[in-house]
């Protein structure tokens, strides 16, 4: 009887993402981590729901994706896509209706709002093809891969964003994913994980981003100053140029996460973005803060971070790193709860958790 209560309340901490003090990572179950476990500033504004309380369907093909959002009573009606297999152009046309606003070639997410997309059973590959929110609200995305998106070349999606949002954005939170490319803007490729254009109150989490020229940024260009509340936390950087990420204005947050062989820059605060840069682990990388190509300032708040073979540049025109010891230069305020691991426990904790197919883990706070 104890054993079974025991149990019992493991695994309604684990629902919750709360700590048990034993073991790395507390696994989520898969039907609960979609409706729950939002954290940082998709917590606010209202909160993140996605599809919570709505029909639950389940597609293997890109058309059957639309046709899902398609088919609902309404835009703003909670539908929950469970996706399976490999999603690409060849099977993702537009699907028209009343609901929706979709189009070919792209996973488009259009003036509507309360939509899960959650990958499960042998996983969620978007292949060659982006996913795009443009006026859409209350969005969740989880446990899925995104790869090779090209804005040129052939086939192009999404303007080469893996994970693009635009135009009057609000509360989404994307967890568990693997965005990647195999190159740089040369090679066809944009960013991973990009919003503009008024988009707020975003979170990404427990998530692989790799292989790119581009990690992503907030802000499109710098009179493009309506976005923030950003947070990035338990993600892991590897093998990117730039932009991990780019923030032009607003406000955002990055903690425990692992940026590994960041190769000309990292988290990049200009035109007066505010970054708080609390524990993470820099490792083998090269001018991982600052302000860089721009002589408009950006700020940050720094505390608790780990910097393991890391190269900084020397201040010049258009290029002002934090380093080689980075100091505040703002403060700024953490309107929601948060747990930090020590910096020196995030290469192994992400490592474990984060990306597509782990199970949906998270930190339980400890090594």
């Not at 019992?8 to 048990?20: E, F, S, V, Y």
């Not at 929950?80 to 537009?94: F, M």
């Not at 792209?106 to 969620?124: D, F, Y």
């Not at 309107?335 to 199970?359: E, F, M, Q, W």
Request: glycine share 14%; hydrophobic share 30%.
């Amino acid at each position: 009887m104890r054993r079974s209560v025991a149990l019992r309340l493991c695994a309604a901490l684990a629902m919750t993402g709360l700590a048990t003090g034993t073991g790395a990572v507390l696994p989520i179950p898969e039907a609960s981590a979609a409706t729950g476990g939002v954290t940082g500033y998709a917590t606010q504004n209202g909160g993140t729901t996605g599809g919570a309380g709505g029909q639950t369907v389940k597609a293997t093909t890109g058309t059957a994706i639309h046709a899902a959002l398609c088919g609902r009573a309404s835009a703003s009606t909670p539908i929950t896509i469970q996706v399976e297999g490999t999603i690409n152009h060849g099977n993702t046309t537009k699907v028209s209706g009343s609901s929706c606003n979709t189009a070919a070639g792209v996973i488009e997410l259009k003036a509507i709002s309360n939509v899960t997309i959650v990958g499960v059973g042998s996983g969620a590959v978007f292949d060659q093809l982006g996913i795009h929110l443009r006026e859409a609200r209350n969005i969740i995305i989880q446990n899925v891969t995104v790869r090779n998106v090209k804005k040129s070349g052939s086939p192009t999606s999404n303007g080469g964003d893996a994970i693009g949002m635009e135009r009057n954005v609000r509360n989404v939170w994307v967890d568990h994913v693997n965005l990647e490319a195999s190159g740089g803007e040369s090679e066809g490729y944009d960013g991973l994980f990009d919003m503009k254009d008024n988009t707020q109150y975003v979170t990404l989490s427990y998530s692989v981003l790799r292989n790119s020229g581009r990690g992503g940024l907030v802000g499109s260009s710098e009179s493009d100053l309506s976005n923030g509340f950003i947070t990035y936390h338990h993600n892991r950087y590897e093998n990117i140029d730039s932009r991990a990420p780019l923030l032009r204005g607003g406000t955002a947050h990055m903690y425990n996460n692992h940026y590994l062989r960041l190769n000309e820059s990292g988290i990049n605060s200009r035109a007066g973005a505010r970054a708080k840069v609390d524990n993470n682990y820099f490792e083998d990388s090269k001018d991982v803060l600052g302000t860089f190509y721009t002589d408009a300032a950006g700020y940050w708040q720094v505390g608790g971070n780990t910097f393991d073979n890391v190269t900084w540049s020397s201040p010049g025109s258009e290029n002002h790193p934090a380093g080689p010891n980075p100091q505040s230069n703002t403060t700024i305020t953490i309107p929601y709860s948060h747990s930090l691991d020590a910096a020196g426990c995030v290469p192994g904790i992400v490592s474990r958790t984060a990306g597509a197919n782990k199970g949906l883990q998270v930190s339980d706070g400890t090594c």
